[in-house]
């Protein structure tokens, strides 16, 4: 029987591996200058998730984070929908981006940025 190029170690596998050894350099490269609590996403993580209002949320909690208490306060200021910046956090969440702090024994949950640096993958390096 014979085995696909995947299931074989061919060119696709030689394309991801050589992808992770320029991201893993990138990322040392930007350790070096000091970025070290770095999280690094894959441009199509970057592009499909970085949406202008998720980055918004973002941008927010990077200024005032240490006063946003909630969901829902965040929310308020923001003057967006609450379940919209819910559904917004949870995919950020997702991604690694995000972490909520409490939330335990019908404490609200508070959105915090996990990283002090995100950068999206670069198209050259």
Do not use: C, W
Request: no cysteine; net charge negative; glycine share 8%.
């Amino acid at each position: 029987m014979s085995r696909s190029n995947s299931d074989a170690g061919g060119p696709s596998d030689d394309r991801i591996a050589e992808r992770l050894l320029r991201q893993d350099k990138f990322t040392s490269d930007l350790n070096a200058q000091g970025y070290t609590d770095l999280l690094l996403l894959r441009r199509e993580n970057g592009r499909d998730v970085l949406t202008d209002s998720r980055l918004v949320l973002v941008q927010h909690l990077e200024r005032h984070g240490a006063d946003v208490e909630s969901v829902s306060d965040l929310a308020r200021r923001l003057d967006r929908d609450k379940g919209a910046v819910s559904k917004d956090l949870r995919r950020l969440a997702e991604l690694d981006i995000v972490e909520y702090e409490g939330g335990g024994d019908g404490a609200p949950k508070r959105p915090v940025l996990k990283h002090d640096h995100v950068v999206i993958e670069p198209v050259v390096y």
